[in-house]
């Protein structure tokens, strides 16, 4: 994603900076190791290019920045769940308006911490008090935390993902290692199916992993791409394929030629089903991606 032509705001610092991206604000990082892209309508990060790499992170050149809509590409955050479990599909987190808590810069890269807290808007979907802080920080990898802390006098359930869309030269020479074989997949009505130990594409895909390995590999022809998940138990594999593309307004008809998602996820097949969070305990949700 070019970043350096969008207009600035306001400078934080000598790499942190707010800028415009259409309708929406975005943290903009130039920074010696990578530069990256985090939107507060969502929490969402739209790109991250570490030094010397092509975008690890796809989006659409169709995707609508606006805050009435979830962004297509980029790195979505699910929660307080994944799927269509309950309204909105993948919770509303990726469609609220977050804010800057901090930034800072270590060694490896900077940091920036945003904050989602409930408001008369979540309660009126899910009527909870809750405190999230999603920690991004940028450097030879990102990584992504969601950090979602039990505010409330009670416990509630979620389940959530980071929605990782990758970018990748060309899927029909993609393949996928470290997902594990057993899968229940979206597009059978949820049927448990066993497969190989490498996936190679060439269909719609929408599957849940169930006995994922940590890291998940990704190699197309140029490149092999690296995703560590921590916290899940589960990882999606997604790609919409031709027909699923040109249903979707806001992805380009070829676009699903290079990108697939790979989500750390934790899935659930309904609310009352998913992860129980007492008061004062924290749903830990996080991914890192390397080339
Ligand atoms: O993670 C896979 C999935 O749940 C698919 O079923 C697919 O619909 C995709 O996410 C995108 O969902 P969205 O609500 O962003 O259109």
Avoid at 103 to 129: C, D, Q, Y
Avoid at 228 to 254: F, Q, Y
């Amino acid at each position: 994603m070019n970043l350096t032509h969008l207009p600035t705001i306001s400078v934080l610092s000598d790499s942190v900076t707010i800028a415009q991206l259409d309708d929406v604000k975005i943290i903009r990082v130039l920074h010696e190791k990578a530069e990256a892209a985090i939107s507060l309508h969502g929490g969402h990060v739209l790109s991250f290019t570490p030094k010397g790499q092509e975008d690890l992170i796809w989006m659409s050149k169709e995707a609508i920045f606006n805050p009435e809509k979830a962004i297509r590409g980029g790195v979505p955050v699910c929660w307080p769940w994944f799927g269509r479990i309950a309204n909105p599909a993948h919770g509303f987190a990726r469609n609220s308006a977050w804010s800057l808590i901090e930034h800072r810069e270590n060694e490896n890269g900077v940091i920036v911490v945003l904050g989602l807290s409930a408001s008369e808007e979540t309660k009126a979907i899910w009527p909870f008090e809750f405190k999230a802080r999603l920690t991004i920080e940028i450097g030879d990898e990102l990584l992504i935390t969601l950090d979602a802390k039990n505010t409330d006098d009670k416990a509630w359930n979620c389940s959530g993902a980071l929605h990782t869309y990758l970018n990748i030269a060309d899927i029909t020479s993609t393949t996928i290692t470290g997902m594990g074989s057993s899968y229940i997949d979206g597009l059978l009505e949820a049927k448990v199916c066993f497969g190989g130990e490498v996936l190679s594409i060439d269909t719609a895909v929408d599957r849940v992993y169930t006995q994922p390995e940590d890291t998940i590999l990704i190699s197309d022809a140029q490149r092999t791409l690296s995703v560590t998940n921590s916290g899940h138990n589960a990882a999606v594999i997604w790609n919409p394929w031709i027909e699923g593309a040109e249903s979707m307004g806001d992805m380009n008809n070829d676009g699903y030629q290079t990108m697939v998602c790979v989500e750390s996820t934790y899935h659930a097949t309904s609310l009352e089903a998913a992860k129980v969070i007492q008061p004062n305990e924290s749903f830990v949700l996080a991914t890192s991606i390397k080339a």
